[in-house]
Nanobody, 123 residues
Framework: QAQLVESGGGLVQPGGSLRLSCTTSGFTLAYYAIAWFRQAPGKERERVLCITSSGSSTYYEESVKGRFTTSRDNTKNVIYLQMNSLKPEDTAVYYC????????????????WGQGTQVTVSS
């Protein structure tokens, strides 16, 4: 059974940084793309960015370009989301999800999700 577990969330001041981790098990991470989502209070969940099995990134949210990056360490079965210059509007629960494919599909085909980690950006 595939599992994804997010960690690293917390409270940070505007302009600060956080690094989230998505630790995976039960499948061979190297074969699959992983996407990051977030859901703010009262809003729908939105896809933020995705990393292919080879490490290329696709951004879906313009607002995070230049501030968020994602990387992967397949030897450790971990995906990272580095978030810099955080803004209050980045406050949300962040999720990682396993793509069904090695690439980041246009419509998204996600078969396993983590439970989410809360990120709060506030002074």
């Amino acid at each position: 059974q595939a599992q994804l577990v997010e960690s690293g969330g917390g409270l940070v001041q505007p302009g600060g940084s956080l690094r989230l981790s998505c630790t995976t098990s039960g499948f061979t991470l190297a074969y699959y793309a992983i996407a990051w989502f977030r859901q703010a209070p009262g809003k729908e969940r939105e896809r933020v960015l995705c990393i292919t099995s080879s490490g290329s990134s696709t951004y879906y949210e313009e607002s995070v370009k230049g501030r968020f990056t994602t990387s992967r360490d397949n030897t450790k079965n971990v995906i990272y989301l580095q978030m810099n210059s955080l803004k209050p509007e980045d406050t949300a629960v962040y999720y990682c999800a396993k793509e069904h494919y090695y690439y980041c599909s246009t419509s998204g085909s996600y078969d396993y999700w983590g439970q989410g980690t809360q990120v709060t950006v506030s002074s």
